[in-house]
């Protein structure tokens, strides 16, 4: 018995729990072996697949079976389904963070304006992030001194909420702020007011703070 999947048969097992997710059953050798192929850095060779494929069978991981038109065809068992499942979400995260890791933003700092608007109105408009509707008239990514970073809101009434995130989160939730017509800005550090030049003074103090 298999006590632990070589490289080869963790690829397989992936590709499996992948496409066993979006359409259960069977998937012809033929075919695994063109997708790992076009995703992997090294070459595969069908009989060292089958080969693997078989090994797996006998661990108890896959059945092997021929299709109508003879092609060798495979999928998981309940034990390779229980092996496979965390191996695809393994590959997932990597893959998202080498996503991540070179998915660069460019911070808007000026506000979208409509043409012949002299600037903010420095009304609340409303911006929805990550499923929650806020009204606000400003946003503001801020970096702290520790590294952390979060986007803080204000409305016109002085209240300020603060949606903490990674950079590249707080950048998605300052472009929708900006595409809303909302002022932006970009600090270091929090502030409990909205000093910019851009809107008028606010002559109360900040009503409250609240913290998703």
């Known amino acids: 018995m298999i006590r632990r999947p070589s490289p080869l048969q963790r690829s397989i097992l992936i590709v499996l729990a992948a496409l066993g997710a979006r359409r259960p059953g069977p998937v012809a050798t033929r075919d695994i072996e063109r997708l790992l192929a076009q995703g992997g850095d090294r070459p ?5 697949l089958r080969a693997s494929c078989r090994r797996m069978e006998d661990a108890g991981w896959l059945r092997l079976l021929r299709a109508p038109n003879l092609q060798l065809a495979a999928e998981l068992t309940d034990a390779g389904r229980a092996l496979a499942t965390p191996l695809l979400a393994a590959e997932q995260e990597k893959t998202l963070a080498r996503q991540r890791a070179t998915d660069v933003r460019v911070l808007p700092l000026v506000p979208a304006i409509a043409e012949g608007s002299p600037g903010p109105s420095g009304d609340d408009v409303p911006v929805c992030l990550e499923g929650v509707t806020h009204t606000a008239c400003r946003g503001d990514f801020v970096i702290r001194l520790d590294g952390t970073t979060c986007l803080q809101l204000w409305n016109t009434g002085g209240r300020v909420t603060r949606i903490a995130g990674d950079p590249l989160q707080v950048a998605g939730w300052l472009q929708a702020c900006h595409d809303a017509g909302m002022a932006i800005g970009v600090r270091v550090n929090e502030s409990p ?13 900040p009503a409250g703070e609240v913290r998703p």
């Open 44 to 48: 595969v060779y069908g009989p060292n």
């Open 193 to 205: 007011e909205p000093h910019d030049e851009l809107l008028p003074e606010t002559t109360h103090k």
